[in-house]
């Protein structure tokens, strides 16, 4: 088990800006890996302990875990974000989260 920090972090990696959790800028940087083999990570967000355990059925170890990209061609064209990504994964979490969702 893994045990890092999911405080906000905006520090410059592959020239660009952009706000991202300690986690992802430790897997953008080579410095953090997992396994199935790990059962999970625990994150810490403010004074809240977050188990994210792998469940081995859903474990994909291909997957792309981050994806980048410049927007500047589609923002030339008028595109302008109504939501910020922290909006989105908020959102998204809430859905899943909630007891309607939640399958078991």
Do not use: W
Request: with cysteine; charged share 35%.
């Amino acid at each position: 088990m893994h045990f890092l920090s999911i405080a906000p972090d905006t520090k410059e990696i592959f020239g660009i800006s952009f706000e991202k959790t300690k986690i992802d800028d430790m897997m953008l940087r080579g410095k953090l890996e997992f396994t199935l083999e790990d059962g999970g990570i625990v994150a810490y967000a403010d004074s809240e302990r977050i188990k994210i355990a792998f469940d081995p059925n859903r474990f994909r170890p291909a997957e792309v875990p981050i994806l980048l990209s410049d927007t500047t061609k589609i923002e030339k064209l008028g595109f302008n974000a109504k939501c910020s990504l922290k909006e989105v994964v908020n959102d998204q979490l809430n859905h899943y989260l909630s007891e309607k969702e939640r399958k078991g």
